[in-house]
């Protein structure tokens, strides 16, 4: 069974086909996303974001029309494996990999490097898959330090809406409760073919 069935339930059902397509793996199998994202963050939140970045988190340099191509690999255990490799009009290139992992229904979490994470529920809102997130943790071996979201960027919010029977939306953003919106990534993808 997919991870966002598992964790969706029933509510699975409620997605468009566009959006179940990219999540329905099955252990051992990948897919390919490919799209164009704007990556926008005020300026003097880069000393944050860099640190945020060092620990595997967040895509750090901004930019518009950021060709980009979203891998992901579900693995025996049932964590699901992303990739994201941003390449830059100025020919940078930029990596942000993350697991998710079934925690309850409509619970998972997200993992970075270095024990860093992020809780998630995960819902169908508006006719689209809608995660929120319910706080970051930091775990070392059995010890784990809960961190509020509003003690780092703040809350995050990812939604994915269907476009087409091919393509759908992808609007993440990061609001705190002082500073308005943090971080955000925004743009459109479609299915690709995997190269090698």
């Not at 966002?4 to 509510?11: K, N, P, R, S």
């Not at 759908?168 to 955000?184: C, N, Q």
Request: hydrophobic residues 40%; charged residues 15%; neutral net charge.
């Amino acid at each position: 069974m997919a991870l966002l069935q598992q964790v969706l339930g029933d509510d699975w059902h409620k997605l468009p086909a566009v959006i179940q397509r990219h999540y329905q793996l099955s252990a051992g199998e990948q897919n390919q996303l490919i799209g164009t994202l704007a990556i926008t963050y005020p300026r003097y939140l880069f000393p944050a974001i860099w640190l945020l970045h060092l620990f595997g988190g967040l895509v750090l340099w901004r930019g518009k029309a950021v060709q980009t191509q979203v891998q992901k690999k579900l693995d025996a255990q049932g964590v699901l494996h992303w990739q994201r490799i941003m390449n830059y009009p100025d020919g940078m290139c930029d990596y942000f990999c993350s697991q998710m992992r079934f925690v309850a229904a409509h619970e998972l979490i997200e993992t970075v490097g270095f024990g860093f994470g992020l809780r998630l529920t995960v819902s169908v809102h508006n006719g689209g898959l809608l995660y929120r997130s319910n706080g970051h943790f930091w775990q070392c071996g059995k010890f784990c330090l809960n961190i509020p979201d509003a003690l780092l960027l703040g809350s995050a919010t990812i939604t994915e809406q269907a476009l087409s029977d091919t393509e759908f939306f992808l609007d993440f953003a990061i609001k705190h409760p002082l500073w308005g919106e943090t971080y955000s990534y925004r743009g459109c993808f479609s299915y690709g073919s995997l190269s090698g």
